[in-house]
């Protein structure tokens, strides 16, 4: 919710109430959460004075990318969902709070790069040609570079090499097993399960045994198979979450 007492015009009252709602969805759903200029600070302030950084615009990039995904139905609310899953990677594997409240900043913002992407490629539904798939591969190290003043370095890290693979046959830059961040690597995993387990232009939505399955195929290939571990003890408490 919002009013217009934070809220100069009918646009702006859409917006703030917008980011209430994605609060309370990050917050466990089910609940209301009204829009306040406290509220809606993603970012412990002394933390972000630290970094040089502003809630602010850390709150206009997750919209952003909020907006990116938004442009096609079947990607909605992918940023979220991908962050949630991603932080339960992370506390499963015993992270600190700090750590796994970073990876979701970072989480919210991993696709911020598709907006770079022509929306014709984005949404196709077909096969996608060489030079198509190419413009799609230049949006992690994109959106990595317009984080850069945002997130710190290892967030930043985390959002370029989310596409790398655990056999070095990734991209941007070809990284193989540790040489990944671990948080990249988590994030990696989130990103594949939502994208098999919800639909897509290309394709309906699979089973999340089914995308178990996919995934375990291609653990220690694609994926860190520590972290496709991880996924396999928490996916019944997802299951129950998400469906």
């Given at each position: 919710m919002c009013d217009l007492a934070h809220a100069g015009d009918s646009i702006t009252l859409y917006e703030h109430a917008d980011q209430a709602l994605y609060r309370a969805k990050r917050h466990g759903r089910n609940q209301t959460f009204r829009y306040t200029t406290h509220a809606a600070e993603h970012l412990d302030p002394a933390r972000a004075r630290r970094r040089g950084e502003t809630p602010a615009r850390t709150r206009s990039l997750a919209e952003i990318a909020h907006a990116a995904d938004a442009k096609h139905p079947d990607f909605?609310?992918?940023?979220?969902?991908?962050?949630?899953?991603?932080?339960?990677?992370?506390?499963?594997?015993?992270?600190?709070?700090?750590?796994?409240?970073?990876?979701?900043?970072?989480?919210?913002?991993?696709d911020l790069g598709t907006i770079a992407v022509p929306d014709a490629i984005v949404g196709k539904a077909g096969e996608l040609t060489p030079g198509e798939r190419a413009q799609v591969q230049t949006h992690a190290a994109a959106g990595a570079e317009m984080l850069k003043s945002t997130l710190s370095d290892q967030q930043v890290a985390w959002v370029r090499r989310h596409h790398e693979r655990w056999d070095g046959n990734g991209y941007p830059d070809?990284?193989?097993?540790?040489?990944?961040?671990?948080?990249?690597?988590?994030?990696?995993?989130?990103?594949?399960?939502?994208?098999?387990?919800?639909?897509?232009?290309?394709?309906?939505a699979l089973t999340h045994e089914l995308a178990l399955l996919e995934i375990h195929a291609h653990s220690d290939t694609q994926f860190d198979p520590r972290a496709v571990e991880l996924l396999e003890r928490i996916l019944p408490r997802t299951a129950r979450i998400d469906h």
């Open positions: 909605a609310d992918h940023p979220v969902r991908v962050a949630e899953l991603a932080c339960r990677l992370a506390t499963e594997a015993s992270w600190p709070k700090d750590a796994v409240a970073a990876l979701h900043e970072a989480a919210l913002l991993h070809g990284l193989a097993g540790p040489a990944v961040p671990d948080g990249a690597r988590l994030l990696a995993l989130a990103d594949a399960f939502d994208a098999m387990t919800h639909q897509r232009p290309y394709r309906e």
